[in-house]
């Protein structure tokens, strides 16, 4: 079985500062693919990242960084000096082999000007 | 390039009713899988379809169904809905579904069950 889990519920940060979402996994096949998505109020879940269980490079995108350990099964999100736009709900998710996409819980995140 | 589309955005039925949703996939995308999101949830999986069969299921029941046509896209059908049927259900693309596909997501469909 599958499990995905981003143990922040909701962070509130003010525009400029940085902050780190969390997403904790759990699989037992051995290859398998990470992603993340962003909620904004729209409903759309839009695609930020997708991570293979053998590359365990970390990636940086602009103001978005992400940081993949096996050794923690954890596959962190941080967004450098963030802004409003930034506001929205960013969710974690695992596949596997046959295994269907598996999304965490979410983390909203609040950033006000 | 456009991109996942769903429609219809909203929709409200009554208890016992029917409901049809329908996509349409990224272009160049053969495989459509269904998701809904309950409030304050992440999505959870419904079912994906390629090749116009329904190749996996998720923990749902047979009330609901699908189908996919010739030209890749989706209809999602539920039947006897249910209060807690309410939900967004989003539709997500991809070429050949794989585990290492990328899953592009439309816009949903706000389903309200009274």
């Known amino acids: 079985a599958q499990k995905v889990t981003q143990a922040q519920t909701e962070i509130s940060v003010v525009e400029k500062e940085d902050v780190t979402l969390d997403c904790v996994y759990e699989?037992?096949?051995?290859?398998?693919?990470l992603f993340w998505y962003k909620q904004p109020p729209s409903g759309e879940l839009v695609f930020l990242i997708r991570r293979n269980s053998f590359d365990e490079q970390n990636e940086i995108s602009g103001r978005y960084s992400w940081n993949f350990q096996k050794s923690t099964s954890s596959f962190n999100f941080t967004i450098t000096a963030s802004q409003v736009v930034d506001s929205a709900v960013y969710f974690c998710a695992l596949r596997g082999g046959y295994s269907t996409l598996t999304f965490g819980k979410g983390t909203m995140l609040l950033v006000s000007p | 390039d456009a991109g996942v589309t769903q429609s219809p955005t909203h929709l409200i039925k009554t208890r016992g009713q029917q409901v049809t949703l329908r996509c349409s996939p990224k272009?160049?995308?053969?495989?459509v899988s269904w998701y809904q999101q309950a409030l304050g949830q992440g999505p959870q999986f419904i079912f994906q379809y390629y090749e116009e069969e329904e190749r996996q299921r998720g923990n749902f029941p047979d009330r609901f169904s699908g189908h996919q046509f010739p030209n890749y896209s989706s209809e999602l059908n539920v039947n006897a809905l249910l209060l807690g049927d309410s939900a967004l259900y989003l539709c997500?693309?991809?070429w050949g579904g794989g585990a290492q596909e990328t899953q592009y997501f439309g816009p949903g469909t706000r389903l309200l069950v009274l």
């Open positions: 997500a693309s991809s």
């Open positions: 699989t037992r096949d051995t290859t398998y693919y």
């Open positions: 272009s160049g995308h053969d495989t």
